[in-house]
């Protein structure tokens, strides 16, 4: 295989950017994501990767409550925020509030839309593990155009 090649083309698949959040008990934390999919209509699934040596994994066991938001493209900044670990203080990321959803994941405010989930598995190959999440509540804020990795100059893949 032609490395070069491979690189660029997973560089130029399409991806959308999220901000997840997840609650362990009375801890929270949040980070940003691209990969992103739907795997299922009935029961609802999606599927993401997350880093297997983060501090978000540790929180992706069966029965976790999370949220997975999207942003409208000037909200740029908001998804940069949560590259690096925020400081949650009562109910606010750094900035960002949130509250809690139905199933107790932190629910940010002024995004887009937003889908709350339950991990149902966590697939344990190569260096991001597949989580696989039912969504059991979602809700669309308001009206705008998504961001995605496109829009941004970032880069993550290949
Ligand atoms: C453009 C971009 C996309 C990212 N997408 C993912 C992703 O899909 N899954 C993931 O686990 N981390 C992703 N990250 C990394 C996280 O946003 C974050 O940096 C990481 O979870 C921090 O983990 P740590 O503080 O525990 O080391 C991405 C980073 C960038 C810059």
Redesign the pocket.
Known sequence: MDLEAKKSALRSMP?G??V?TLRRGEER?A??????TQTSFEPPLLA??????????SFCQPGTALALHWLDKQQKSF??T????PTVEGQSFGPYSFQDGVHGAPILDGVLAHVEGIVRTVVEVGD?HPVLFEVVDAKIHRLGDALV?AD?G????G
């Open positions: 991806h950017i999220y997840v934390c980070f940003t994501a691209t990969w992103v993401m990767a997350v880093r297997s040596d983060s501090y978000a994994r998804a940069q949560f590259f690096k670990p991001h990795l941004t970032w880069k993550y893949g």
